[in-house]
């Protein structure tokens, strides 16, 4: 198994209601390290090259509105096989279709509103990890 960084997002709905240390705990019981946190507010600009794979999706403008209306925290995870291993740990987009004990099982609202985003591929992670921090120790 190989040690691997990836990129993961506490959404607006997550700081708003105070989550991130019960998200945090999540994370580091399921065996991930998080080596890298900033909370951020997101600006229009920002969000929308993030989520530029998105923007002729009809859902594209309210997503880029949300992840700009309250501060994000912004994170890099490292532990074995972490893409995969986070992905596990987020749950399903849809937090009803989620599997108990997950982040989204347990703290999400809706599925618009699903508390954490995460790389889908280390390429994908290495990119957006380069989008938020530009230290060479957290970003390399």
């Given at each position: 198994m190989a040690t691997e960084?990836?990129?993961?997002?506490?959404?607006?709905d997550a700081t708003k209601r105070n989550l991130t240390g019960a998200v945090n705990a999540v994370i580091e019981k399921a065996g991930l390290r998080i080596v890298g946190q900033r909370r951020i507010q997101m600006s229009r600009a920002q969000a929308e090259k993030f989520y530029e794979?998105?923007?002729?999706?009809?859902?594209f403008g309210e997503l880029v509105?949300?992840?700009?209306?309250?501060?994000?925290?912004v994170q890099v995870l490292?532990?074995?096989?972490?893409v995969a291993?986070?992905?596990?740990?987020m749950g399903a987009t849809n937090p009803a279709n989620a599997d108990e004990g997950t982040i989204r099982k347990t703290f999400s609202e809706s599925v618009g509103e699903n508390t954490v985003h995460g790389s889908d591929s280390l390429e994908n992670a290495k990119a957006e990890?380069?989008?938020?921090?530009?230290?060479?120790?957290?970003?390399?």
């Open positions: 960084r990836t990129f993961s997002i506490l959404k607006p794979i998105h923007k002729e999706r009809p859902f509105e949300f992840m700009t209306s309250g501060p994000v925290v490292e532990g074995e096989n972490a291993r986070y992905r596990e740990v990890i380069a989008q938020f921090f530009q230290d060479a120790d957290i970003a390399g």
